[in-house]
């Protein structure tokens, strides 16, 4: 069981940059899965950007060159760095782990990108 709790979502006006966190509980050292989803009113969510624990990570098209996925597996903590921020990026961004075929979620965190 891991619990993961994303944070640094808020506020910023197109064109700048965020960086979200996911603190996972447990450690997420293994071979596992991490990535990033974004769900919009309305919409469906759709996958972001993904790292294994081998390192190899894929991206959305949407976001291919504007968006980088990161781990620190002895912090514990996934990270999405996010730059060249478009309106389109707003959503909720959430946290997934998976390993051996089971999913965890965390709560999400709210990216608006507004003027």
């Known amino acids: 069981q891991v619990q993961l709790v994303e944070s640094g979502g808020g506020l910023v006006q197109p064109g700048g940059s965020l960086r979200l966190s996911c603190a996972a509980s447990r450690s997420i050292f293994g071979i596992n899965v991490m990535g990033w989803y974004r769900q919009a009113p309305g919409k469906e969510r759709e996958l972001v950007a993904t790292?294994?624990?081998?390192?190899?990570?894929n991206y959305a098209d949407s976001v291919k060159g504007r968006f980088t996925i990161s781990r620190d597996n002895d912090k514990k903590t996934m990270y999405l760095q996010m730059n060249s921020l478009k309106p389109e990026d707003t959503a909720g961004y959430y946290c997934?782990?998976?390993?051996?075929?089971?999913?965890?979620w965390g709560q999400g965190t709210q990216v608006t990108v507004s003027s």
């Open positions: 997934k782990y998976r390993s051996f075929g089971i999913d965890y």
């Open positions: 790292i294994s624990s081998g390192g190899a990570t």
